[in-house]
C-alpha cells in the first residue's frame, strides 16, 4: 500500500536523525501554543456546558445592549481571567464595541477602589458611563435556595441591568401601594422586587395616606388584592393620577368573603370592572391543572402586546384565581375603553361561591366556561391622554409563596409567570423593547458528561503528551538504529 507522501516526507526528512526530529517536536509544540495564544486572544464564546446555558449571553440581552449608543467601561477588580463570570461578560464587546472589559487588581488600579468603595482583597465590578455608575458585588450576582442552600446565578440579569441603568438617562419608577394588603415590597413580594430591580426598574413602595398623591415621576403603579378600602385620600390621589394618563397594574387574589371596598370598586369602575365577587375558578380539565389540583390551574395565554413573546411558551401556573367581571361592550365604548383579554381558563373551567361544597366537580348554578382572568384595558381621557390598566384576577403567582414545603421556590420563578408581570410593567412603563422571555436562573450545575470530561481533558492534556511521547520513542528508535 502506497504511503501518503506528506508522511513519507516526514518519515524521510525529518525523523531521519535525532535533531531533525526534536526540531519537529519544537515546531509542533510551538503551533500548539501559537494556537492557544491566538484563541485567547480571539477571546471566542467558551462552550458552555451548564443545563441552562448559564455562561452563554441570551439574545434577550444582545438585543438590549446592542444599540446603546454611550461608552461603557466594565472594570472587573480582583478576578481572575480565568473566572467564567469574565468570560460571560466578555461577551458583551462583540455585540456592541461601546463596551470595554478591562480585568483590574486593587494594585493596578488604586483610583477606582477608592472611587467606588472596594474593599482590600475583594472583588467589584464597576459598570460606568460618564458620571454613572454602578457597583456589583460578587455577592450580588447569586441567589440562594434556603432549604437545598443551592447557588442560583443571576449574573446576567445583574450585568445587563447594570450596564442598561448607566446608559438610560432616567429609570422607570415602579410604585407599590402600601398599607391596603397583607403583601408589599418585603413581604411576600421579596422575589419580584428582586427582579424588577435587575429589569432597570427604580422600585419604591408608596404609603399614599402621607404623600397625598401619586408622585408625578410615577410610570407604574402597583396594586395588590385590597383586604381594606381606600381611604377618600387615596381615592381622590389615584383618581387624579388616572385623568393625567397614569398606568396601573392590578392584582387581584380569589376571596373567600365579601369585603367592603366601596372606593376600590369606584377605581375598577373608572376601567369598566365590576367588583370582585367572593368565589375561586376551578378546572376540571387534566391538561390544565397542576397535580391534579383543580385550583391550581395553567391558564390560557392570549396574544398581545404584553403576552407577544410568552404565547408559544410553557404557560403559567396560578393558584387561587378569581374572574375578572367587566361591562359589557356598551358601556366600555361610554366610557371610552377598549379592552384586550390577556389570560383565560379553558372552556371547562368553573366558578365555585360555595365553600362548604367539597366536591370537585362542577354542581348546579356554578359558572362554567372560558373565564377572563387578565385583561388589558386602554381608557381614552382626552385626545391626548390615555390611562391603561392591565389587570390579573390573581396575586399569588408573582410572589413568594412556595407550592411545596420541600422546595423554596417561589411561585414568580415557576414557568413564565416572572415574564407576564415584567412584561406587564415593561408595557405600562412604555418600554416594550424589554417586553422579553427571559433566560432561567436555575441551579448552578455542571452537566458534562464523563465522555465530555474525557475530551476535553484529552484535548488539553494527552495530545501534547502524546505528541512528546511519539517523538521521543521515534528519536530513540532511530538512534538504534544507526
Sequence with gaps: MKENKFIETIKKKWLINSSKTIILIIIILALFIGITITMQKLQLTPIDLTADKLFTLTEES?????????????????????????????????VNDKIKIE?????????????????????????????????????????????????????????TAAIKSVSVEQLPKVYFL?????????????????YLENEVNEVQSLDILSQGKVPEDCNTLVVLSP??????????????????????????????????????????????????????????????????????????????????????????????????????????????IEKTDLITTSENAYFRKNFQISSQTIQDGEEKGKLLVGAKLDKTISEETKSTLIIYGENYFVSDYQLTQTSYTPMV???????????????????????????????VTYTATQLENNIILGIITIVPLLIIIIGIVVWIKRRRQK
Design 227 to 336: 383586604e381594606k378600602d381606600f381611604d377618600d385620600i387615596a381615592t381622590n390621589a389615584i383618581t387624579d393620577y388616572i385623568n393625567k394618563g397614569g398606568n396601573i397594574l392590578w392584582l387581584n387574589a380569589a376571596t373567600t368573603r365579601n369585603l367592603d371596598l366601596t372606593n376600590v370598586n369606584k377605581i375598577l369602575a373608572l376601567y369598566g370592572v365590576n367588583p370582585f365577587e367572593s368565589g375561586i375558578i376551578r378546572e376540571t380539565d387534566n391538561s390544565k391543572m397542576v397535580s391534579g389540583s383543580p385550583d391550581l390551574i395553567m391558564p390560557e395565554v392570549q396574544y398581545s402586546d404584553v403576552t407577544s413573546k410568552i404565547y408559544d411558551s410553557e404557560g403559567l401556573i396560578f393558584i387561587n384565581a378569581t374572574k375578572i367581571n367587566v361591562v359589557d361592550s356598551e358601556k366600555l365604548e361610554t366610557l371610552g
Design 413 to 443: 420563578a415557576y414557568r413564565q409567570n416572572k415574564d407576564l408581570v415584567l412584561n406587564s410593567i415593561a408595557y405600562l412603563s412604555d418600554r416594550e423593547e424589554d417586553i422579553t422571555a427571559r433566560k432561567s436562573t436555575g441551579n
Design 178 to 194: 402600601s398599607g391596603y394588603s397583607e403583601f408589599s415590597l418585603n413581604t411576600g413580594m421579596q422575589y419580584l422586587n428582586m
Design 62 to 94: 444582545k438585543q438590549k445592549v446592542k444599540d446603546i449608543e454611550k461608552e461603557i467601561n466594565i472594570f472587573f477588580v480582583g478576578y481572575t481571567d480565568e473566572d467564567s463570570t469574565l468570560d460571560l461578560a466578555k461577551q458583551y464587546t462583540k
Design 103 to 159: 480585568s483590574v487588581t486593587a494594585t493596578d488600579r488604586p483610583d477606582l477602589v477608592q472611587k467606588y468603595g472596594i474593599e482590600t482583597n475583594s472583588q467589584g465590578i464597576i459598570v460606568e458611563a460618564g458620571e454613572r455608575y454602578k457597583v456589583l458585588a460578587s455577592s450580588d450576582l447569586y441567589t440562594y435556595d434556603n432549604s437545598t442552600y443551592e447557588t442560583i446565578n443571576v449574573a446576567e440579569e445583574k450585568l
